[in-house]
């Protein structure tokens, strides 16, 4: 059940980019899983009535003064979730800058894509890569940059068994990410649709959110926001395995059992939020290698019908809002 639906105002003015931004004309932006726990209050307030939408594609409409050089009229772009670091702390300095606590994010401190115009800082703004439709593109922007990121925090290795809890938007695209890089998947998701598609990709099984995969695993993701799922997770790992946890909000974990979830050097790791460069890497990455974006499509001042349809599991791949 959805408690705070969005509400849609065709009146609201175009932004004004500070000097340091872009303008950016919206041409498709994807629905993520976060604009729901920003909407629905799972994540604290940062801008009262903010527009969500951190997968936004779009065209460059004006470059301002203090923009650089990286950017003109005319370019496709991309805006992703991470907007600002401060670059001075030490966690900047030491570049893990996604741990930085000075930084902003959009659709969450400053309006997002869910509108036909957006901004963003140059400096945060991103090339895309050839090959893609704006719709195709939209999901890669968060979906693909931090099941990127989550897929270097589970330390898969070479030629591993990987598991991917939930099967959404994100995992998706990992899983075709770690099929190029040699690596053997299983899923474990709750809809069946989801599971069509993941086997249709090429993944080696797929079954239930909380059954077992065939065999251990060296590395797991967690994508579904469920905090029981850890447990079977953790117990499907093989000695010294790794899960990566890709939400920024779960629900409580119940109590792990020492022997059973944790020892033989299991471990558990968040994934916050994602640097430039892992940015950057993806995008090209998905220039190498051409990643099949399933993104069902709905108009823009339907977004709430879409938010609804991921909540209830009614959506396979990624969500993508057209203005
Ligand atoms: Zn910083
Ligand atoms: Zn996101």
Redesign the pocket.
Same mark, same amino acid.
Request: charged residues 25%; aromatic residues 6%; glycine residues 6%.
């Given at each position: 059940m959805r408690s705070d639906p969005l509400e849609f105002d065709a009146s609201a003015p175009a932004p004004h980019p500070s000097p340091d931004e872009l303008l950016v004309a919206v041409r498709a932006c994807g629905v993520c899983r976060t604009d729901l726990h920003v909407s629905e209050g799972d994540l604290a307030v940062h801008r009262e009535h903010v527009i969500p939408g951190h997968e936004v594609v779009g065209e460059v409409i004006a470059v301002g003064a203090e923009a650089g050089t990286g950017f003109a009229v005319g370019d496709r772009v991309g805006i992703a979730w991470l907007r600002h670091? @401060?670059? %001075? @702390?030490?966690? @900047?300095?030491r570049g893990a %800058?996604n741990? @930085?606590?000075?930084?902003r994010y959009t659709g969450w401190d400053a309006d997002g894509g869910y509108a036909d115009f957006a901004t963003v800082p140059a400096a945060f703004a991103h090339h895309l890569p050839a090959g893609y439709s704006d719709s195709e593109l939209a999901p890669l922007l968060c979906a693909g940059i931090i099941g990127y990121r989550s897929l270097l925090r589970a330390d898969l290795p070479p030629g591993g068994r990987l598991g991917l809890y939930g099967f959404g938007g994100s995992a998706h695209i990992t899983a075709q990410v770690a099929l190029a890089q040699g690596a053997e998947v299983h899923v474990m998701t709750r809809g069946a649709e989801a599971r069509e598609l993941a086997l249709g990709l090429g993944v080696a099984s797929a079954q239930g959110a909380a059954d077992q995969p065939p065999v251990k695993l060296d590395a797991a993701i967690l994508f579904a926001p469920v905090g029981d799922l850890v447990l079977p997770a953790m117990e499907a790992l093989d000695r010294g395995g790794t899960l990566a946890i890709a939400g920024i909000h779960l629900t409580d974990i119940p109590p792990l059992n020492y022997q059973r979830h944790l020892f033989q050097e299991r471990q558990v790791r968040s994934v916050t939020s994602n640097t430039r460069a892992d940015a950057r890497e993806f995008l090209a990455f998905a220039e190498r290698h051409h990643i099949e974006v399933t993104t069902p499509q709905y108009p823009l001042d339907q977004a709430d019908r879409a938010l609804t349809d991921l909540v209830e599991g009614r959506i396979a791949g990624a969500a993508v809002l057209l203005p």
């Open positions: 670091t @401060c670059g %001075e @702390c030490d966690y @900047c300095r %800058e741990l @930085c606590p000075n930084s």
